[in-house]
């Protein structure tokens, strides 16, 4: 058998304010799992426009073979095959090993 009993004025005041915060806190849990999900979604897809930039700005230098490449800050990084990695560079800022030359 269940019998309700009335809370003093101090408990019904403080179980208001527990419950406005529990609302509070779950409409923010919810708004932070759209923006979850928002992300989630859009991730992959600027890694893979990072990708293409890579690979444009690898065709533009006329390499068709290598490794791996990626762009750190301001240079595109070319892993070249053993047989390629000779060839000359046709950027003039460009240095070996990314030491400039005095």
């Given amino acids: 058998m269940q ?12 179980s208001q304010a527990l419950e406005s915060e529990r609302l509070e806190l779950l409409a923010q ?11 989630r ?20 230098l006329g390499i068709e073979r290598y490794n791996v490449a990626h762009i750190d800050r301001t240079n595109v990084i070319v892993d070249l095959p053993d047989e390629q990695a000779s060839l000359p560079t046709t950027d003039e800022n460009a240095h070996p090993n990314g030491v400039a030359k005095l």
């Fill in 29 to 39: 849990l919810g708004s932070m799992q759209l923006e979850n999900e928002r992300i």
């Fill in 3 to 14: 019998k309700a009993f009335s809370l003093q004025p101090n408990e019904l005041q403080q």
């Fill in 41 to 60: 979604a859009r991730l992959p897809q600027v890694i893979e426009l990072q990708r293409k930039l890579v690979q444009g700005a690898v065709q533009r």
